[in-house]
C-alpha cells in the first residue's frame, strides 16, 4: 500500500502517490538546479510550477483523485528534462546547444494580450489566436464598428469582459501557440528582461532626468490605463450580477424540471389532480415519464451550461468539466430532440384519419303535430349546462367507470318532404388509421328520449376511458316534414349555431317561439313586428330578409333593396336607383 501526500503546487491542492511525489520532487529540484545561474530564475521557476499546476489539473477527474506515477511521466514528457538544455545565456545564441528537443503539444487559446495594448488587448490577442497581425484586427475592428453602428464596440467591451488576461508566462505562450516547456518558458522570460534591459538604457542615454521626472509624477498612468479601469470596475460589477442572473435562472429552472419529473413517475401511484387529463389525450399511450425525462434532458441540458455560464462568471479559475462531459451531453440532447420529434409524430398520428358512424331512425311525429326540442345535462359530470365546448375532462359514471366526458354536440334541423320526423345521429372520432377511428365512434355513447310530442336530446357525450381521446363529437340532424310546427327551447341555441354550409333552418335568436316548417326554411307564428325573419332557400339561391331580396345562381347575381336594383352577369353590370339606369361591361 502505498502512502499519499498533499502538495500545494502553485497555490492548488492535489493528492499525489508517494512515489510520484518523490520523482516530480527530484524533478523540480533538477530544474531549480538548472537555474541557478540564470537571470529571472524565481520567476521561471514559478511559471513551470503553474504550468505543471495546470498540466496536473486538466487531467484529474475530481479532487479525491490521486496523481500517480504514470501521469508525473507524461508531465515530464510535456515539459522536457532539464538536462536537454543548456540553460545558459548560450542558449540565445544563432545555433542552440542542446542534445534533443522534448515533445509537446501544443494548442492556441484565447487571451487578452495587454503587454501590446492599445485599450484592452483584444484586437491584439485574436491577432495572436488568428495568426494574423494585430494592426489588421485592429484596422477590420474599427471598420465593423463603423460599420455596424457602434454594435462592435460593444462586442469588444463583451471580448473585454469575458476574455481572460494572458498574466502568466505560461499564459502568453499558450497565447502564441507555442508549447508551454522548460525551454520556451525560460527563453520567454530572459527576453523580457532583454527588452527592459535595452529600453531601460536607451532611455537613460537619452532622457532628460529631471523633466521626466516630473512627467513620471505628474502622470502614472496613461488616459487609456485609466479610462480602461473604470470601465473594467463597473463591467466586472455588470458581469457579476448578469453571473448571478444566470445561475438563479439556470439552477430555478432545473429544480423545477427534476421536481416535475419525480412528480410524474409517481403521478399514478398518488392520484395527481388533472393527471387524468393528460392520460386520457395521450392517444398513442407514450410512457408520461418518457416524455417528461426528454423533456427534462431538451429543456434542461441547456439551462445547465446557461448556470455553468453564471459560474464561469462569477468563479475566476472554476474547473471546466472536460470535453467528455460537454460532447455527451450535447449527444443526449440530440437523441432527446430526435426521440421527442418522432414521439410528436406518433402523436399527431393519431388524428391523422377520421371515421364516422350513422344511425337512422323515425320518430313517428307527423306534420300535424307539434314538437317540442331541449337539451338535457348530467348533473353529476358537470354543472355548467347548456355550453357547447370542444374541451373535455373525465367524469365517474354510475358504476364508477372511469369515462371522457364532453359537450361537443352540434344540433341541425333541416325539412323534409316525407310525412315523418326522423333523427340522425352521426358520431365521429380520430385516430391513427380509418379502422381504430371507426372503432372509437362506435364507442361513443349518446343518447335521447322521446316523450309525447317531447324531444329530450343529451348535451354531452361519453365514451371509455380507455377508448381515449380522438375528438369525439355527435351531430344530431332533426328532418323534420314540411307544416310541422316546433319549439326550440332556449338550452339549446350554443348547439345549433351553425353556418350556411350545414343548411340548418334553425336560426339564432329564434328560441322560444313556435316555427313552422315550410321548403327549406320556417315561419315564425308568434313573432312581434321586431322580430327578423330570413327565408333562404340553398338549393336555388334565393335569399329574402329585412334587408331586401339577394338571388345568386351561378355567374348571376342579383340584389333588390329601398336603394333599387343590383344586377351582374358574364361581366355586365346593371344598376337601377334614384339617379337612373346605369349598364356597365368590363369590356369597356
Given at each position: 500500500m502505498n502512502k499519499t501526500v498533499n502538495i500545494n503546487l502553485a497555490g492548488i491542492f492535489f493528492h499525489i502517490d508517494e512515489d510520484a511525489y518523490l520523482k516530480l520532487q527530484r524533478y523540480l529540484e533538477a530544474i531549480k538546479r538548472s537555474f541557478t545561474d540564470s537571470q529571472g530564475r524565481s520567476e521561471i521557476i514559478a511559471d513551470i510550477e503553474a504550468r505543471i499546476a495546470e498540466l496536473?489539473?486538466?487531467?484529474?477527474?475530481?479532487?479525491?483523485?490521486?496523481?500517480?506515477?504514470?501521469?508525473?511521466?507524461?508531465?515530464?514528457?510535456?515539459?522536457?528534462?532539464?538536462?536537454?538544455?543548456?540553460?545558459?545565456?548560450?542558449?540565445?545564441?544563432?545555433?542552440?546547444?542542446?542534445?534533443?528537443?522534448?515533445?509537446?503539444?501544443?494548442?492556441?487559446?484565447?487571451?487578452?494580450?495587454?503587454?501590446?495594448?492599445?485599450?484592452?488587448?483584444?484586437?491584439?490577442?485574436?491577432?495572436?489566436?488568428?495568426?494574423?497581425?494585430?494592426?489588421?484586427?485592429?484596422?477590420?475592428?474599427?471598420?465593423?464598428?463603423?460599420?455596424?453602428?457602434?454594435?462592435?464596440?460593444?462586442?469588444?467591451?463583451?471580448?473585454?469582459?469575458?476574455?481572460?488576461?494572458?498574466?502568466?508566462?505560461?499564459?502568453?505562450?499558450?497565447?502564441?501557440?507555442?508549447p508551454v516547456n522548460i525551454s520556451n518558458i525560460e527563453k520567454k522570460i530572459k527576453d523580457g528582461f532583454d527588452t527592459v534591459s535595452q529600453t531601460v538604457s536607451d532611455t537613460v542615454k537619452h532622457m532628460d532626468l529631471p523633466k521626466q521626472g516630473n512627467k513620471i509624477k505628474s502622470s502614472s498612468k496613461s488616459f487609456f490605463d485609466t479610462i480602461g479601469d473604470i470601465i473594467m470596475f463597473f463591467l466586472t460589477v455588470f458581469a457579476k450580477f448578469i453571473g448571478v442572473i444566470l445561475i438563479i435562472v439556470g439552477a430555478a429552472t432545473l429544480i423545477s424540471l427534476i421536481i416535475a419529473l419525480f412528480t410524474v413517475g409517481v403521478a399514478d401511484v398518488i392520484h395527481i389532480p388533472g393527471f387524468d387529463l393528460v392520460d386520457a389525450a395521450n392517444a398513442a399511450n407514450t410512457p408520461v415519464w418518457l416524455v417528461s425525462l426528454l423533456t427534462l434532458f431538451i429543456v434542461g441540458i441547456p439551462f445547465f451550461f446557461v448556470f455553468y455560464l453564471g459560474l464561469k462568471i462569477l468563479v475566476n479559475n472554476l474547473k471546466s468539466i472536460g470535453n467528455i462531459a460537454k460532447f455527451s451531453l450535447l449527444g443526449i440532447w440530440l437523441v432527446s430532440i430526435i426521440g421527442m420529434f418522432i414521439i410528436g409524430i406518433k402523436q399527431a398520428s393519431e388524428h391523422a384519419f377520421d371515421a364516422s358512424v350513422t344511425s337512422n331512425e323515425q320518430l313517428y311525429i307527423t306534420s300535424a303535430d307539434t314538437l317540442k326540442i331541449g337539451m338535457k345535462g348530467n348533473s353529476a359530470y358537470s354543472k355548467y349546462f347548456g355550453r357547447h365546448s370542444s374541451f373535455f375532462k373525465t367524469v365517474y359514471d354510475e358504476n364508477d367507470n372511469k369515462v371522457i366526458y364532453r359537450t361537443d354536440i352540434r344540433l341541425i334541423v333541416r325539412s323534409t318532404k316525407d310525412s315523418v320526423a326522423s333523427i340522425s345521429i352521426e358520431k365521429s372520432a380520430h385516430a391513427s388509421d380509418y379502422q381504430k377511428a371507426k372503432v372509437r365512434a362506435q364507442n361513443?355513447?349518446?343518447?335521447?328520449?322521446?316523450?309525447?310530442?317531447?324531444?329530450?336530446?343529451?348535451?354531452?357525450l361519453t365514451t371509455p376511458f380507455e377508448n381515449k381521446f380522438g375528438e369525439q363529437e355527435v351531430e344530431v340532424i332533426l328532418y323534420l316534414p314540411e307544416g310541422m310546427v316546433f319549439y326550440a327551447e332556449d338550452n339549446t341555441y350554443t348547439f345549433h349555431r351553425n353556418s350556411s354550409y350545414y343548411r340548418d333552418i334553425l336560426d339564432n335568436g329564434m328560441e322560444e317561439h313556435y316555427l313552422q316548417v315550410i321548403d327549406n326554411d320556417v315561419i315564425c307564428l308568434d313573432c312581434d313586428d321586431n322580430f327578423k325573419v330570413r327565408v333562404k332557400d340553398h338549393n336555388s339561391g334565393l335569399e329574402i330578409d329585412e334587408d331586401g331580396i339577394r338571388f345568386k345562381k351561378d355567374s348571376l347575381k342579383l340584389e333588390l333593396n329601398a336603394k333599387g336594383l343590383k344586377a351582374k352577369d358574364d361581366g355586365v353590370k346593371v344598376n337601377i336607383d334614384s339617379n337612373g339606369i346605369e349598364i356597365t361591361s368590363d369590356d369597356n
Amino acid at each position: 500500500m502505498n502512502k499519499t501526500v498533499n502538495i500545494n503546487l502553485a497555490g492548488i491542492f492535489f493528492h499525489i502517490d508517494e512515489d510520484a511525489y518523490l520523482k516530480l520532487q527530484r524533478y523540480l529540484e533538477a530544474i531549480k538546479r538548472s537555474f541557478t545561474d540564470s537571470q529571472g530564475r524565481s520567476e521561471i521557476i514559478a511559471d513551470i510550477e503553474a504550468r505543471i499546476a495546470e498540466l496536473f489539473g486538466e487531467r484529474v477527474q475530481n479532487e479525491k483523485q490521486v496523481i500517480s506515477v504514470n501521469l508525473v511521466d507524461e508531465v515530464i514528457a510535456i515539459m522536457g528534462q532539464p538536462e536537454d538544455y543548456l540553460v545558459d545565456d548560450e542558449i540565445f545564441e544563432d545555433e542552440p546547444k542542446h542534445k534533443s528537443t522534448p515533445r509537446s503539444t501544443s494548442s492556441k487559446k484565447l487571451f487578452r494580450d495587454t503587454d501590446n495594448s492599445y485599450v484592452g488587448g483584444v484586437a491584439s490577442g485574436l491577432g495572436h489566436y488568428l495568426g494574423i497581425e494585430a494592426v489588421w484586427v485592429r484596422l477590420i475592428w474599427i471598420l465593423l464598428a463603423l460599420g455596424s453602428g457602434g454594435t462592435f464596440i460593444l462586442i469588444y467591451i463583451l471580448f473585454w469582459v469575458l476574455v481572460p488576461e494572458a498574466v502568466t508566462t505560461a499564459e502568453k505562450l499558450t497565447m502564441t501557440g507555442e508549447p508551454v516547456n522548460i525551454s520556451n518558458i525560460e527563453k520567454k522570460i530572459k527576453d523580457g528582461f532583454d527588452t527592459v534591459s535595452q529600453t531601460v538604457s536607451d532611455t537613460v542615454k537619452h532622457m532628460d532626468l529631471p523633466k521626466q521626472g516630473n512627467k513620471i509624477k505628474s502622470s502614472s498612468k496613461s488616459f487609456f490605463d485609466t479610462i480602461g479601469d473604470i470601465i473594467m470596475f463597473f463591467l466586472t460589477v455588470f458581469a457579476k450580477f448578469i453571473g448571478v442572473i444566470l445561475i438563479i435562472v439556470g439552477a430555478a429552472t432545473l429544480i423545477s424540471l427534476i421536481i416535475a419529473l419525480f412528480t410524474v413517475g409517481v403521478a399514478d401511484v398518488i392520484h395527481i389532480p388533472g393527471f387524468d387529463l393528460v392520460d386520457a389525450a395521450n392517444a398513442a399511450n407514450t410512457p408520461v415519464w418518457l416524455v417528461s425525462l426528454l423533456t427534462l434532458f431538451i429543456v434542461g441540458i441547456p439551462f445547465f451550461f446557461v448556470f455553468y455560464l453564471g459560474l464561469k462568471i462569477l468563479v475566476n479559475n472554476l474547473k471546466s468539466i472536460g470535453n467528455i462531459a460537454k460532447f455527451s451531453l450535447l449527444g443526449i440532447w440530440l437523441v432527446s430532440i430526435i426521440g421527442m420529434f418522432i414521439i410528436g409524430i406518433k402523436q399527431a398520428s393519431e388524428h391523422a384519419f377520421d371515421a364516422s358512424v350513422t344511425s337512422n331512425e323515425q320518430l313517428y311525429i307527423t306534420s300535424a303535430d307539434t314538437l317540442k326540442i331541449g337539451m338535457k345535462g348530467n348533473s353529476a359530470y358537470s354543472k355548467y349546462f347548456g355550453r357547447h365546448s370542444s374541451f373535455f375532462k373525465t367524469v365517474y359514471d354510475e358504476n364508477d367507470n372511469k369515462v371522457i366526458y364532453r359537450t361537443d354536440i352540434r344540433l341541425i334541423v333541416r325539412s323534409t318532404k316525407d310525412s315523418v320526423a326522423s333523427i340522425s345521429i352521426e358520431k365521429s372520432a380520430h385516430a391513427s388509421d380509418y379502422q381504430k377511428a371507426k372503432v372509437r365512434a362506435q364507442n361513443i355513447n349518446y343518447n335521447y328520449a322521446l316523450s309525447g310530442n317531447y324531444l329530450e336530446l343529451d348535451s354531452y357525450l361519453t365514451t371509455p376511458f380507455e377508448n381515449k381521446f380522438g375528438e369525439q363529437e355527435v351531430e344530431v340532424i332533426l328532418y323534420l316534414p314540411e307544416g310541422m310546427v316546433f319549439y326550440a327551447e332556449d338550452n339549446t341555441y350554443t348547439f345549433h349555431r351553425n353556418s350556411s354550409y350545414y343548411r340548418d333552418i334553425l336560426d339564432n335568436g329564434m328560441e322560444e317561439h313556435y316555427l313552422q316548417v315550410i321548403d327549406n326554411d320556417v315561419i315564425c307564428l308568434d313573432c312581434d313586428d321586431n322580430f327578423k325573419v330570413r327565408v333562404k332557400d340553398h338549393n336555388s339561391g334565393l335569399e329574402i330578409d329585412e334587408d331586401g331580396i339577394r338571388f345568386k345562381k351561378d355567374s348571376l347575381k342579383l340584389e333588390l333593396n329601398a336603394k333599387g336594383l343590383k344586377a351582374k352577369d358574364d361581366g355586365v353590370k346593371v344598376n337601377i336607383d334614384s339617379n337612373g339606369i346605369e349598364i356597365t361591361s368590363d369590356d369597356n
